[in-house]
């Protein structure tokens, strides 16, 4: 192996050691959600014409879960390594601050498509949930795990503790997440929370990765794929550079 592809199998490594507890537990609340709305409003709300309540639901679950886990991967096995010391053994290698990246957002990416598909096929118990745009849908999924992946490497350089990096998960990304359009249609809150819900990365991701489900979408498949491209830029530039300087990790 070269010196990132040992890393990135680290790093894969370490989340599939505890894979109930890294991957079956997002699946099992994703079906716990599904469950419990699903049930309750499948005769009452209808946001698109044709699409079972249900069947909505699927992939904003799925894009969630995918999200908060590709997040927790990479914040936790810095955080983690911090706080047990271990992280000098990767710093006395002669890895490059490309290697790092590599390796942290790729196997966030890792656990978050285990844990996409993991949901995907669960609700499958649930009926079968068409997929109109296969290539749109691989597309919002990569870049919504590679930006969330991204994140959680900004977090766990600057958290230094794991207090630390609980509160901007709780705080940040899980709000964000749940308030993005997951369970309903923006369209059906009053005008001034849709607005409010434009600003929110999170939003265009759900909602591109839904347009990949069903073709239809609250706004312009393109416009969500620019807003999410242009982030996902922007946060990796970030990280990168925070990864040459060595912020925090090489005092």
Known sequence: ????????????????????????????????????????????VT?????????FLVPGL????????????????LVQSKIMGNLVFVLLTPLS?????????????????????????????????????????LGFAFMGAALLGTLGLIAGLWADKFDQMAAFQNFVIVPMTLLSGVFYSIHSLPGFWQQVSHFNPFFYMIDGFRYGFFGVSDVSPLLSLSIVGVSLLVVAAIAVHLLRIGYKIRQ
């Open 1 to 44: 192996m070269t010196g990132w592809q040992a890393l990135l199998y680290k790093e894969v490594l370490r989340f599939w050691k505890v894979i109930f507890q890294t991957v079956g537990a997002p699946v099992l609340t994703s079906v716990l959600y599904m469950l419990i709305f699903g049930h309750l409003l499948q005769s009452q």
């Open 62 to 77: 799925v894009m969630m879960t995918m999200l908060q886990n590709a997040f927790a991967n990479s914040s936790s096995s």
């Open 97 to 137: 601050h490309w290697s790092w990246f590599i390796a942290y957002v790729g196997s966030s990416m890792a656990r978050a498509f285990l844990c996409g598909i993991g949901v995907w096929l669960a609700t499958l118990l649930f009926g079968w949930h068409p997929v109109a745009q296969p290539l749109w849908l």
């Open 47 to 55: 946001v698109y014409e044709g699409v079972s309540y249900s069947s």
